[in-house]
């Protein structure tokens, strides 16, 4: 297996369930609470620049209307991201991947990158987002690890940044076809759903050569758990319950 630089511990969209996801004051919270990783989700604006947002659409999580898609970024760095959550967060813009990138290196947070695009653009935002990723952790001795449930996003950020570390995201069933499809990523991780793993599930994966992670996992008795049976990573919303 490849070196693996990042902790056990990934705050989850940023603060998890203690701060507006996918916005800076959520990778602050991480940082207050001693994270060394986070996970955020990336997707293209209209005119093809790298945010955060972990939805297809605004009105969930900013005072935005309509599909992200169809914006163009001056309009959606205008959005309030944090009032959706609680007052005290009011005014707290939606990101660039530019602006969370520099926060975490100045800061020492390794991320998880999970390119999440718009429906239709799947090609184009794996492109883009590990192009920029790359560009943005230059010269950093631990780079951002992408992922995404897109294998077409998947297969373009490999060509399009061989040289950063590659999961692919798994949701409601378990790929039989996964020796195969690592092997065709040149990944050096599996991102499941934790309710997919088994303990014998996770030997396989890691006997393989490949990491295994799991999501969103807010029970530190299942974190134990999971640990015990070598997963190499877990992200989650409970920062104030399972501490690094
Ligand atoms: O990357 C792990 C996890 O974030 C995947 O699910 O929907 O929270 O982006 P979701
Ligand atoms: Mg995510």
Not at 85 to 91: L, S
Not at 134 to 156: I, M
Not at 201 to 215: E, I, K, S, T
């Amino acid at each position: 297996m490849q070196p693996w630089p990042y902790p056990y511990l990934f705050a989850h969209r940023g603060g998890g369930r203690l701060a507006p996801e996918n916005t800076l004051a959520g990778m602050a919270t991480a940082v207050q609470y001693g994270y060394g990783a986070v996970e955020f989700d990336v997707k293209l604006s209209r005119d093809g620049v790298s945010f955060l947002l972990h939805d297809d659409t605004l009105p969930r999580t900013s005072n935005g209307q309509g599909l992200a898609a169809t914006q163009d970024i001056a309009a959606l760095s205008r959005l309030d991201a944090g009032s959706w959550f609680a007052p005290r967060f009011a005014g707290e813009p939606l990101p660039s991947f530019a602006t969370i990138a520099a926060y975490c290196r100045a800061h020492r947070l390794l991320a998880n990158v999970e390119i999440k695009p718009c429906p239709g653009r799947e090609a184009e935002t794996g492109r883009e987002v590990a192009r920029l990723a790359a560009e943005l952790w230059q010269g950093h001795p631990a780079p951002p690890l992408l992922s995404s449930f897109a294998w077409e996003a998947l297969l373009a950020a490999r060509d399009a940044a061989p040289q950063l570390p590659r999961g692919w995201l798994i949701e409601e069933q378990w790929p039989a076809d996964w020796p195969a499809r690592l092997a065709e990523l040149q990944a050096v991780s599996l991102h499941s759903d934790h309710l997919l793993l088994t303990a014998e599930r996770v030997a396989a994966v890691r006997a393989a050569g490949y990491r295994v992670l799991a999501y969103t996992v807010n029970d530190p008795a299942r974190a134990a758990e999971l640990r015990q049976w070598g997963v190499d990573g877990i992200f989650t919303d409970a920062l104030d319950v399972i501490r690094p």
